[in-house]
Structures are given as structure tokens and as C-alpha cells.
T-cell receptor, first 114, second 112 residues
Framework: EAGVAQSPRYKIIEKRQSVAFWCNPI?????LYWYQQILGQGPKLLIQ????????DSQLPKDRFSAERLKGVDSTLKIQPAKLEDSAVYLC????????????FGPGTRLTVL | GNSVTQMEGPVTLSEEAFLTINCTYT??????LFWYVQYPGEGLQLLLK?????DKGSNKGFEATYRKETTSFHLEKGSVQVSDSAVYFC???????????FGGGTRLMVKP
């Protein structure tokens, strides 16, 4: 079974530029999550989708971050404009359903903002 | 709110040493508890889990017991290997079963 796919694996941009990350969850998984993992810290949930609807985006900085999952399968996370403090690894995870109690993580995208 | 606290690293051990990484959580209800491992250059992988009090999760020689009375879920392994070198994250699920809260991670370095 293929795992969660993410691209790109690495991205370097300058502050005030825009960037987008892509995630393809495990086939059939209805729930998709985006996490931000700052160096030396645990992952922090940014947004959670159930199919193509947002379940929780309370920790998403909506002035600069946006995410969509239009067809309920793959998802994109965008930052516009980026700040230095956005440097982190962005992790995508998926699970079969809302209360499945297990999440499967992709390899992450490491973003460096200069 | 939900929170998870785990011991800060790095933890440096010699091969075949005994490992304990402490983890405590805030107790609102009976959350499912998890240990995830992140090997260098790889994504997070579920190592083990426990879904109710007194449950013991185990995998690859690692164990953790859900202790309701001490709100703890300490990770243990009797004999570590160099290949166990990684960052270990303790996590709890919220009561709705849809949101994970992670601890800050503990880096383990095992020397031959």
C-alpha cells in the first residue's frame, strides 16, 4: 500500500515570496491533516479536512496560510507571503476517518525562508 | 486544554543499555496515547499505542503502559541498538478521536 506522498521535499524561498505544498493521502482515507513542525518541537496541527470540508482550522494563520482539498483527495497548502518564522517542516497525514485513532504521515516538506 | 510533556533530550546511550523516555499528559477523559518515531530524513511513524487505562502498547522491543493514576505513558526498551537512534514523540488524541497533540520530542542517540 502506497503511503502519504508529499512534494516538494525541500523548498528555499525568500521572505515575502509565495510557496505551495502538495499532499496525496493514502487511497481511501477520508481525513487529511496538515501539521507544522518547527525545528526542535513537536508537530502542531494547522488544518484538518474530512473529504473536501474543513473540520478544524483554528490554528491556521489565515492571513497568510490557506489550504484546499477541492475533490476530497489530494490537498495543497499555500503560504503567501512567507515570513522567516514559517521555516519548518510541513507534514501531511491521513487517516481512514474522523475517529480512526491512527494517522499516517508523509515525509514532509522542509521549508527554509531566507 | 490537551497537552503532552516529555523529557528533553538528547538522550545518549551505549548499545544494549536500558531506555526510558518519560511522557505525561493532561487528563481530560481517557485519551488514546501514542508514541511516534522519526528516523533521520524520514516522516513520523507510529511506534505503538494504547487506547485505555492499563493497556500496554508494544512494538520492536519498545513498550509503554497507559498509567491513569500518574497520567503517564513512559516509553521503555530493555536493550537499545544503534538503529534506534531517532526522535521519539509522545502524543495524545482528543476525546473526539480526531486531533493529535504532540510532545516536543526526545532525541535518542545510541553509540556502538
Amino acid at each position: 500500500e502506497a503511503g502519504v506522498a508529499q512534494s516538494p521535499r525541500y523548498k528555499i524561498i525568500e521572505k515575502r515570496q509565495s510557496v505551495a505544498f502538495w499532499c496525496n493521502p493514502i487511497s481511501g482515507h477520508a481525513t487529511l491533516y496538515w501539521y507544522q513542525q518547527i525545528l526542535g518541537q513537536g508537530p502542531k496541527l494547522l488544518i484538518q479536512f474530512q473529504n473536501n470540508g474543513v473540520v478544524d482550522d483554528s490554528q491556521l494563520p489565515k492571513d497568510r496560510f490557506s489550504a484546499e482539498r477541492l475533490k476530497g483527495v489530494d490537498s495543497t497548502l499555500k503560504i503567501q507571503p512567507a515570513k522567516l518564522e514559517d521555516s519548518a517542516v510541513y507534514l501531511c497525514a491521513s487517516s481512514p476517518g474522523l475517529a480512526s485513532h491512527e494517522q499516517f504521515f508523509g515525509p514532509g516538506t522542509r521549508l527554509t525562508v531566507l | 486544554g490537551n497537552s503532552v510533556t516529555q523529557m528533553e533530550g538528547p538522550v545518549t546511550l551505549s548499545e544494549e543499555a536500558f531506555l526510558t523516555i518519560n511522557c505525561t499528559y493532561t487528563a481530560t477523559g481517557y485519551p488514546s496515547l501514542f508514541w511516534y518515531v522519526q528516523y533521520p530524513g524520514e516522516g513520523l511513524q507510529l511506534l505503538l499505542k494504547a487506547t485505555k487505562a492499563d493497556d500496554k502498547g508494544s512494538n520492536k522491543g519498545f513498550e509503554a503502559t497507559y498509567r491513569k493514576e500518574t497520567t503517564s505513558f513512559h516509553l521503555e526498551k530493555g536493550s537499545v541498538q544503534v538503529s534506534d537512534s531517532a526522535v521519539y514523540f509522545c502524543a495524545r488524541m482528543n476525546n473526539a478521536g480526531n486531533m493529535l497533540t504532540f510532545g516536543g520530542g526526545t532525541r535518542l542517540m545510541v553509540k556502538p
